[in-house]
């Protein structure tokens, strides 16, 4: 042989003996070289047995299988491991699965704990281990009869998890909304305790009030946005929406906002995949309804595609914050819901903007069949000027409507 062939006792002695093989790939059998690469890769076999037992496929491995089976692109995967970044990191192995990735991988690709954890055996627990249950507001739920009266010595955790379940499951909502979060629209005063409370209770009662029709994927689009629009021109609009919706597989649920949430809605998704729009209805007012219902469709229309379960919650007022940050996916958002109430071409061309007379607002209102609370908010958001056209908000119209009921 050409080589001088030892036994494989170290990281290093491996490390060389891959090194020789590759470069003895092309060596011909019955060659001093054949030999020695046949060698080598007995003893090399032997090592990795010894020392690199593959019982286990790595956990990028797994994933990558698990994309494939299921035709998942790397997008895809964001809502489990984070931002394009992260996943891109964790892919070519730059970046280690934390165990709330895992977790999440483990509950929405079902690819198993002990893949991802690399040990027989291995258990990823819950990702409610590390809550602190005593800060949901549980008190105030109780108050407002979002969950069954306790008994004198039922815990908090008792009681959330009772509504966690109904709710379909601790996976709908990520671990991340217990950490400070930078979403655009998401006020960096929330709560998240009670933010994440309000969520699983709007999620429990779409979960347990389900719909006759199933959501078809694409059904959102800017078409089905200005149909939902133009249901507004009614006195019960905000009524036929809801029904409208439900017909398309898509629930809307009107939940008065918990204290110290500063929330207007959310685009949320069941286990099931049915999207569900979560409106707290905090300022009672006809554009502002729309806009929030139009711009959490589009979320679900635009971002909530695939196996994607991120939830989106909005704060809408920091629209009016000079300075706020910018977030490309509410930016999106904000243009499907302002399109959707008024096209474009139509706002563009129209003199409401340099004449916003009551008239004008009008007759742009019976012009494209929508409520003239949707010009005047428009108008008002555009100008900053929120004591213009305030008789044609609607302040007052949409609680009577929405929030007395099974809701």
Not at 133 to 157: G, L, N, Q, Y
Request: net charge negative; aromatic share 6%.
């Amino acid at each position: 042989m050409s080589g001088k062939i030892r036994a494989i006792r170290s990281e290093v002695d491996y490390d060389a003996a891959l090194a020789r093989i590759d470069a003895l790939m092309d060596a011909k059998k019955g060659t001093p070289e054949g030999d020695e690469l046949d060698v080598l890769t007995d003893l090399v076999e032997l090592y990795e047995e010894r020392h690199h037992p593959m019982g286990y496929p790595t956990p990028v491995g797994a994933i990558l299988f698990r994309m494939e089976q299921a035709d998942l692109t790397a997008r895809d995967l964001i809502p489990f491991i984070g931002s394009r970044s992260k996943v891109s990191e964790v892919l070519s192995g730059k970046r280690p699965l934390t165990m709330q990735m895992a977790r999440a991988l483990h509950a929405n690709l079902d690819i198993p704990a002990d893949v991802l954890l690399q040990q027989p055996g291995g258990e990823l627990g819950s990702a409610l281990d590390d809550i602190e249950w005593d800060r949901f507001p549980t008190a105030e739920m109780i108050k407002r009869d979002w969950v069954e009266r306790p008994k004198k010595r039922t815990s908090a955790e008792t009681i959330m998890r009772g509504l966690i379940e109904q709710a379909g499951g601790e996976h709908l909502l990520p671990a991340a909304f217990f950490r400070k979060n930078d979403h655009a629209r998401m006020n960096a005063k929330s709560d998240s305790y009670a933010l994440k409370a309000w969520c699983w209770k709007v999620l429990a009662l779409a979960n347990t009030n389900p719909l006759p029709t199933a959501y078809k994927p694409d059904t959102i689009d800017p078409v089905f946005l200005r149909k939902v629009a133009k249901l507004s021109w009614s006195e019960e609009g905000p009524k036929l929406a809801r029904e409208f919706l439900a017909k398309h597989g898509i629930h809307m649920i009107c939940l008065e906002h918990l204290p110290k949430t500063y929330l207007d809605g959310a685009a949320l998704q069941l286990k099931s995949g049915a999207p569900v729009v979560g409106l707290t209805l905090r300022y009672d007012r006809l554009d502002n309804f729309w806009f929030c219902l139009l711009h959490e469709l589009a979320h679900i229309g635009r971002h909530m595609t695939g196996k994607s379960t991120d939830p989106f919650v909005d704060d809408l007022s920091l629209r009016e914050v000079k300075g706020a940050r910018r977030d490309i996916k509410e930016e999106e958002a904000d243009e499907w819901a302002e399109n959707g109430l008024i096209p474009a071409d139509d706002w563009n061309t129209s003199k409401v903007k340099d004449d916003p007379s009551p008239l004008a607002v009008v007759e742009l209102a019976q012009r494209l069949n929508i409520h003239p609370a949707i010009i005047a908010g428009r108008i008002r958001h555009e100008t900053r000027n929120y004591r213009l056209l305030s008789h044609f908000v609607g302040t007052g119209a949409i609680r009577q409507q929405l929030l007395a009921g099974a809701d």
